[in-house]
Each structure stands twice: as structure tokens, then as C-alpha cells.
């Protein structure tokens, strides 16, 4: 089984594949790396409201 899938034994299978980030990948591990467990990136728009909430 090991032979038709083209893996060493002992070798994980993350290790199998690994392919380049995109970009949108690379601006999560960027904003995660300025605020490591914040949540800023998910936010997409601005909100302005007016009068009392």
C-alpha cells in the first residue's frame, strides 16, 4: 500500500504534499503574527451608526 502512494514509511502525511501559500493565506499568518489570537482580520467592514444604540 505504502508503494502505490508514492510515501515513505515513518513520513507523516502532512509532509506528503506541500504546496506555496496564496496570498489571502499569507495575510492571515501576517495578521496573526502582528496580533497573535486576535480576531481583527475577520472584520471586512466599517460601521458608522448614528445616534444611540
Given at each position: ?22 496570498f489571502a ?6 495578521f496573526e ?21
Open positions: 500500500m505504502i508503494e502505490r502512494e508514492g510515501r515513505q514509511p515513518g513520513m507523516a502525511y502532512s509532509e506528503a504534499f506541500l504546496f506555496p501559500t496564496s493565506q499569507q495575510r492571515l499568518w501576517f503574527q502582528l496580533h497573535p489570537g486576535s480576531a481583527v482580520y475577520h472584520l471586512s467592514t466599517v460601521l458608522t451608526f448614528d445616534g444611540s444604540l
